[in-house]
């Protein structure tokens, strides 16, 4: 087996950078974030080496000159950081690392308002966080659950009794877009429209289809804005638009700019994490008898789920210059986190890469930490745990439909189609 330091010689590259980046920290790591597929149990194992302790702690990923982006800092590339620690301190170092302008597709396009509240740093950040935090506290979330229930049971009784379903395209992508488009009070028929858009922005690595589709969605959301204003009702977008922070209305720009920021969040991350977490539950049945077994797991094998999917990987813009693990860093650097290496750090979580549902202070990255925690985790533990506990109530063991493909990206991009089949 290479060690972790060939494994580093063998990824080294000599693309440009700027001057104050060390030579030998330069390297390509495009493909650890999610968009290279594979077909193992476990696929986010191609980033295990990254955790050797003996590995430098700052690296810097280029930008490839032929295929720029793959990768936050796109054309002017960004320091990785993979260490537990350090990666803790990227999240909640807000005096060191800003989130300006992050995931703020809109700025392809020439709009100028802010995605909120994502790319708000504090201490402007908080008064957005409270202002939405009622409708995503675990209180909130809490008396959602008929309706969640309803959605899980209704569709899963759907297909109960045929013995097969393609769990990625006909559940997964469906059932938390069809809890969404309730929460916001979106039309139900824009749902296949939703992740079309959506699909374009994210996935297409297509510039005009993106800058399309962005064009697309906020004509739509400032329309459905505008309707709201007009006739109240009551969902989350038209509590937004009515809404008042700090004793005022919300401006145009911060009403699209919420408005914007939840529909991107909200659509297809827990569709990736579901698709992933059957796809695992499929491939090593064990995970399902445990969880057949002892149901009260079910929480816990939630937060191991999430663990060992980090479908996303954060990053951050250096807000000053500084000195960190002996290297320069700059202002403007981007820094990006690698999740897949740090919810699988030996020092922070013992014996990593097995599934352990029986797992304590489980305090992995897939929300990030600090303040930019995720707004709609509760709401997406709620649908994953409600969706574990209604399943095995009805479906006996199941298996990967025989012949099918199970190649995966070890991200967001997830698995389009994946048929699952038990006894009937
Ligand atoms: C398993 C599902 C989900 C995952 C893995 C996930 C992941 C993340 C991550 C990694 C961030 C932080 C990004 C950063 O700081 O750069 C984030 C933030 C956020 N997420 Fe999620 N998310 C999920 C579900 C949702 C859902 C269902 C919603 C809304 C309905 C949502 C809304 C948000 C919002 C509004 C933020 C920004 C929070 C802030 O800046 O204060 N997320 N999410």
């Known amino acids: ?33 999610g968009s290279v597929p594979n077909d193992l149990v476990d696929p986010y194992l191609p980033c295990a080496w990254l955790t050797d302790r003996d590995l430098p702690p700052l690296l810097f990923n280029p930008a490839n000159p032929k295929a720029p982006g793959g990768i936050a800092g796109g054309m002017r590339g960004a320091w990785v950081v993979h260490r537990y620690e350090d990666i803790e301190r990227v999240y909640t170092d807000n005096d060191h690392f ?12 020439g709009e ?6 994502l790319a708000i740093d504090p201490p402007e950040h908080g008064k957005y966080r409270m202002f939405l935090m009622p409708h995503f506290s675990p209180a909130a979330v809490a008396r959602m659950d008929a309706t969640i229930r309803g959605v899980v049971v209704e569709m899963i009784e759907g297909f109960a009794g045929q013995g097969e379903v393609d ?15 309730g929460l916001m009070g979106f039309p139900a028929p824009m749902f296949e429209q939703f992740l079309a858009w959506e699909w374009d ?3 297409s690595w297509d510039t005009q289809k993106t800058m399309a589709a962005l064009r697309a969605v906020l004509a739509f959301l400032r329309g459905f804005i505008a309707e709201k204003e007009r006739e109240p009702d009551e969902h989350l977008v038209s509590k937004i638009v009515h809404g008042r ?9 911060e009403k ?25 539950m499929a491939l090593e049945p064990e995970i399902q008898r445990q969880l057949r077994d002892h149901p009260e797991l079910i929480n816990s094998a939630v937060e191991e789920f999430l663990r060992t999917q980090p479908i996303l990987s954060s990053a951050r813009t250096a807000r000053r ?22 919810n699988f750090d030996a020092a922070r979580f013992p014996d990593p890469r097995s599934f352990d549902m029986t797992r304590k202070g489980n305090r992995h990255f897939t929300f990030v930490a600090g303040v930019h925690l995720c707004l709609g985790a509760s709401l997406a533990r709620r649908e994953l745990r409600t969706l574990l506990e209604e399943w095995f109530r009805r479906i006996p063991e199941f298996r990967v439909k025989p012949g099918a493909d199970t190649t995966v990206f070890p991200g967001l991009l997830s698995i389009r189609n994946l048929p699952l089949v038990w006894d009937v």
């Open 1 to 33: 087996m290479m060690t972790a330091a060939r494994m580093l010689d063998s990824i080294r590259v000599d693309y440009p950078a700027p001057a104050h980046v060390p030579a030998e920290l330069k390297v390509d790591l495009g493909w650890a974030m």
């Open 98 to 109: 800003s989130n300006r302008g992050t995931a703020e597709f809109q700025a392809m396009i």
């Open 112 to 117: 100028t308002f802010r995605s909120i509240p």
């Open 167 to 181: 769990i990625a395209w006909d559940f997964a992508r469906a059932f938390p877009v069809r809890i969404f488009m």
């Open 201 to 203: 922005i994210l996935h």
């Open 245 to 253: 922070i700090e004793g005022r209305a919300l401006s145009a720009d």
């Open 256 to 280: 699209i700019g919420t408005v914007w920021f939840l529909w991107l969040g909200g659509l297809d991350t827990v569709a990736a994490t579901i698709s992933q977490m059957f796809r695992r």
């Open 321 to 342: 210059d500084f000195e960190w693990h002996g290297v320069e860093i700059k202002a403007g650097d981007a820094i990006q986190c690698l999740n897949p290496a740090g």
